[in-house]
Structures are given as structure tokens and as C-alpha cells.
């Protein structure tokens, strides 16, 4: 009961959205769809439950640190102090006020896209150790890069009008061809996997190892 | 120079951020540890409004009382911090990872197979056909069921110079698109905060 049940459960809820959206439209079927609608529903609640669940760990293992003073215990308090502030002023008085408004628009905005900014210093570090136009892959996968760069930065077409051209060409046809290639290996991967946990042959997403 | 707050504080918040290019500091820690908790409280205020909005709301202004079925599966989660009934957590993961499953699979199987094989073999131009061939041949590059021997092998071979290709747009395309967005910042701090810039 304790696994054998839950796997029944999964397996009968993945069906009946599959199912939800691959049968026609008659009144025969109309459970289906209904009960395909509803469960989908369940589904935003339940998750919005386990973003709770995911808060709750966070605060416990900082909690945790702060309690036995731990090295670091000064930015977990900043991080717990920082995020109960979030979660009291955001329910308590919404969205639109303005202490939520202006840790939102002066924190987490700028911080947001400054660590992604930053990726960009690590992205280009790892591609100059690791590029090494070796071999004829390697060179095309170089070459295709920079012709890309260039092709959406102005010096590119301020070097020739053949880069942006050339960089349009290779997103619409090669690079869509191969993503395309990806897409419909990863979509039949996708539908192995769920069959393997249909089966019960995959129960890790239930804590369990076999 | 900007006199206002919230600008100081973002402008401060993204120095300390781009600091650790250079190494690891102070300064650094205090940036990521306030945006991780002001992203996890974020998350739980929304994750709030949507049991408010879609199961909390119609079921105590409406009546409905299927909303209480998700509502006690989301409960039922917490069950994993009390050791003995821990297992009862299993069930709303059980449903959980049902939706999931069956919203990926149909999206799998629509999506990213029939549609995309019905864009592919629809062919009108040159750049059409072109598409069609290195498909296919990024597709037999996957073939492993069997070496590819003779003539017949440069098929694979053309697909792993398209997929070569692929890679390295998509890399240069992640770069500039982070470079944008460091290019905002520069200009955040140096026009909008520092004023020394248009």
C-alpha cells in the first residue's frame, strides 16, 4: 500500500491527461476531458504546497546555522530576516505596497539579472579553456559561434553586412535542424521514461532507490 | 549622481554581485544570501496567491468542496518531517508527479515529435529541403542500433557537423544574450546611478 498505491495513483492520473488530450471531443468522453481539467487545476495548488515545502527547508537548515552559531550565521540571518520579510509584508499587505515593491524592484530585479550578467565572465573563461579547433567538429563549432556573435552585435555589421546574414541563416536552418534532431530524441526519451514509471520500474520519485 | 534610495541600493546590490568576478568576498555573500531569501519569499507569496486565487476563494465564497482534495494533498506533504506517517507524503508527490508526467508526455508527444516532424517534411524551398536533409541527418547521428558502414556513413557524419553547428549558435546566442544583459547593468550603474554616462 504504502508504494504500490501511489505508483497506481500516478500512473492513472498520467493517463487520464494524456488521454484528456488525445481524445475527440464527443459527449462519450467528456469525463475525460473534465477530469483532465480539474486534475490539471490540482496540480497549481499542490505545487504552490511544495514551493512551501522547498521555503521550509531553506529556513530550516539557515535556522539551524544561526542557532548554533556557525561561520556564516551572519548571512543566514540576513537571508532569513530578508525572506520573512518578503512572505509577512506580501500576504500580509500584498503585492503593491511599497516595501514589497521596493525589494522587489531594488533587490531582486538587479540581482536577478546581474547573476546572469555574471555568467557570461564564466561562460567565456570555460569556452577559451576548453575550445581547442582540433579537429573539423571543433572548428565549425567555433567558427559557427563567432559568426554568430558578430551577427547580432553592431560592429558585426559594421565589419560586413554578410554576418548578420549569415548568422540569421545558421539560427533558421542548421541550428534548427540539429535543436530539432535534440527535441524529437529527448520527446521519445520523455515517453520511455513515463513508461518505466508506469510500470513501477522508476520509483525514485518516491524516494525509493530501485 | 541619483539621490534616490532605491537606486543606491540596486546600484550597491550589483556591484557586489559582478565583485565576484574577481573573487569570492564579504560583499558577495551579503548580495547572494539577500537575493536568495527575497527570491524564496517571493516564491512563497505567490505560491500563496495561487492556493488563495484558484482553491482557497472558490471554496469558501463558492462552496466548492473538490478544492479540499488538493488543499489536504498539499498538507499531506508536510507528513515527511513527523517520522511515522512520513510515507503518507508519498501520495501527493504520487499526484503530483502524475500531472506532471502526463502534461510532458502529451506535450512530447505533440509538440515536440508530430509537430515537429510536420514542420520538417513540409518543403517549399531550398532552405526547406536543406532543413529536411540535415534533419534527417542529425537524427541517423542518434542511430545506434547498428554501425553505419560504406557510402551511407557520411550521413551521420553530416549530421554531427549540423549538430556542431547548433551547438555553436546556441552558445553564441547564450553569450550575447548575457552580454546584454551585463551591458544593461553597466549602463544601470553608470547612467542611471553614478550619472556619469547618457
Same mark, same amino acid.
Given at each position: 500500500?504504502?508504494t504500490?498505491l501511489?505508483?497506481?495513483?500516478?500512473t492513472?492520473?498520467?493517463?487520464?491527461?494524456?488521454?484528456d488530450? !488525445?481524445v475527440?471531443?464527443a459527449?462519450?468522453?467528456?469525463?475525460?476531458?473534465?477530469?483532465?481539467?480539474?486534475l490539471?487545476?490540482?496540480g497549481?495548488?499542490?505545487? %504552490?504546497f511544495a514551493?512551501?515545502?522547498g521555503?521550509?527547508n531553506?529556513?530550516?537548515?539557515?535556522v539551524?546555522?544561526?542557532?548554533?552559531?556557525?561561520s556564516g550565521?551572519? #548571512?543566514?540571518?540576513?537571508?532569513?530576516?530578508?525572506?520573512?520579510?518578503?512572505?509577512?509584508v506580501?500576504?500580509?499587505?500584498?503585492?503593491? $505596497?511599497?516595501?514589497y515593491?521596493f525589494?522587489f524592484s531594488n533587490?531582486l530585479s538587479?540581482?536577478?539579472?546581474?547573476?546572469y550578467?555574471?555568467i557570461?565572465?564564466?561562460i567565456?573563461?570555460?569556452a #577559451?579553456?576548453?575550445?581547442?579547433?582540433k $579537429?573539423?567538429?571543433?572548428?565549425?563549432l567555433l567558427?559557427?559561434a563567432?559568426?554568430?556573435?558578430?551577427?547580432?552585435?553592431?560592429i558585426g555589421?559594421a565589419?560586413?553586412?554578410?554576418?548578420?546574414?549569415?548568422?540569421d541563416?545558421?539560427?533558421n *536552418? /542548421?541550428n534548427t535542424a540539429g535543436?530539432?534532431?535534440i527535441m524529437?530524441g529527448a520527446a521519445?526519451?520523455?515517453?520511455s521514461n513515463?513508461?518505466?514509471m508506469?510500470l513501477g520500474?522508476?520509483?525514485t520519485y518516491?524516494?525509493?532507490r530501485? | 549622481?541619483?539621490?534616490?534610495m532605491?537606486?543606491?541600493?540596486a546600484?550597491?546590490?550589483t556591484?557586489?554581485?559582478?565583485s565576484?568576478v574577481?573573487k569570492e568576498?564579504p !560583499?558577495?555573500? *551579503? %548580495?547572494?544570501?539577500l537575493?536568495?531569501?527575497?527570491?524564496?519569499g517571493?516564491?512563497?507569496v505567490? %505560491?500563496?496567491?495561487?492556493i488563495?486565487?484558484?482553491?482557497?476563494?472558490?471554496? &469558501?465564497e463558492e462552496?466548492?468542496l473538490?478544492w479540499?482534495i488538493?488543499?489536504?494533498?498539499?498538507?499531506l506533504?508536510y &507528513?515527511r518531517y513527523f517520522?511515522?506517517v %512520513?510515507w503518507?507524503?508519498?501520495?501527493p508527490?504520487?499526484?503530483?508527479?502524475?500531472?506532471g508526467?502526463?502534461?510532458?508526455?502529451?506535450?512530447?508527444?505533440?509538440g515536440?515529435?508530430?509537430q515537429?516532424?510536420?514542420?520538417t517534411?513540409?518543403v517549399g524551398?531550398?532552405?526547406d529541403i536543406?532543413?529536411?536533409v540535415?534533419v534527417?541527418?542529425?537524427l541517423?547521428y542518434?542511430?545506434?542500433?547498428?554501425?553505419?558502414?560504406?557510402?551511407v &556513413?557520411? *550521413? /551521420?557524419?553530416?549530421?554531427r557537423?549540423?549538430l556542431?553547428?547548433a551547438f555553436g549558435?546556441? !552558445?553564441g546566442t547564450?553569450?550575447m544574450g548575457r552580454?546584454?544583459?551585463?551591458?544593461g547593468?553597466?549602463?544601470?550603474?553608470?547612467?542611471?546611478?553614478?550619472?556619469?554616462?547618457?
Amino acid at each position: 500500500m504504502k508504494t504500490t498505491l501511489p505508483v497506481a495513483i500516478m500512473t492513472v492520473i498520467a493517463l487520464i491527461i494524456i488521454l484528456d488530450f !488525445f481524445v475527440a471531443d464527443a459527449p462519450s468522453v467528456q469525463w475525460i476531458k473534465q477530469s483532465g481539467l480539474v486534475l490539471r487545476s490540482w496540480g497549481i495548488v499542490i505545487s %504552490a504546497f511544495a514551493m512551501g515545502l522547498g521555503a521550509v527547508n531553506l529556513l530550516r537548515r539557515h535556522v539551524v546555522t544561526i542557532s548554533r552559531r556557525e561561520s556564516g550565521a551572519f #548571512y543566514s540571518v540576513l537571508l532569513v530576516g530578508s525572506m520573512l520579510i518578503m512572505i509577512v509584508v506580501g500576504i500580509g499587505a500584498g503585492q503593491d $505596497s511599497p516595501v514589497y515593491d521596493f525589494l522587489f524592484s531594488n533587490i531582486l530585479s538587479p540581482a536577478s539579472a546581474t547573476m546572469y550578467a555574471s555568467i557570461a565572465f564564466y561562460i567565456v573563461t570555460a569556452a #577559451y579553456r576548453s575550445f581547442s579547433a582540433k $579537429s573539423l567538429e571543433s572548428w565549425v563549432l567555433l567558427l559557427t559561434a563567432v559568426v554568430v556573435m558578430l551577427g547580432k552585435a553592431p560592429i558585426g555589421a559594421a565589419i560586413s553586412g554578410f554576418f548578420p546574414v549569415a548568422a540569421d541563416w545558421i539560427q533558421n *536552418i /542548421p541550428n534548427t535542424a540539429g535543436m530539432r534532431a535534440i527535441m524529437m530524441g529527448a520527446a521519445l526519451g520523455v515517453v520511455s521514461n513515463a513508461v518505466k514509471m508506469f510500470l513501477g520500474l522508476d520509483r525514485t520519485y518516491l524516494g525509493l532507490r530501485d | 549622481m541619483s539621490l534616490d534610495m532605491g537606486i543606491w541600493v540596486a546600484g550597491l546590490v550589483t556591484l557586489a554581485i559582478l565583485s565576484h568576478v574577481w573573487k569570492e568576498n564579504p !560583499f558577495y555573500r *551579503i %548580495a547572494e544570501h539577500l537575493y536568495v531569501g527575497i527570491s524564496a519569499g517571493h516564491a512563497v507569496v505567490m %505560491a500563496w496567491g495561487n492556493i488563495r486565487d484558484t482553491a482557497v476563494k472558490p471554496l &469558501a465564497e463558492e462552496g466548492q468542496l473538490v478544492w479540499i482534495i488538493p488543499i489536504v494533498l498539499g498538507v499531506l506533504l508536510y &507528513a515527511r518531517y513527523f517520522k511515522g506517517v %512520513a510515507w503518507i507524503a508519498r501520495f501527493p508527490v504520487a499526484v503530483m508527479v502524475g500531472i506532471g508526467t502526463g502534461v510532458a508526455v502529451r506535450g512530447a508527444i505533440h509538440g515536440d515529435f508530430v509537430q515537429q516532424i510536420s514542420a520538417t517534411i513540409s518543403v517549399g524551398s531550398v532552405n526547406d529541403i536543406l532543413l529536411l536533409v540535415f534533419v534527417i541527418a542529425s537524427l541517423s547521428y542518434f542511430f545506434f542500433s547498428r554501425t553505419i558502414k560504406g557510402p551511407v &556513413a557520411a *550521413i /551521420p557524419q553530416l549530421g554531427r557537423v549540423v549538430l556542431m553547428v547548433a551547438f555553436g549558435a546556441a !552558445f553564441g546566442t547564450t553569450v550575447m544574450g548575457r552580454m546584454a544583459l551585463l551591458i544593461g547593468r553597466i549602463q544601470f550603474v553608470l547612467g542611471d546611478w553614478l550619472g556619469v554616462m547618457k
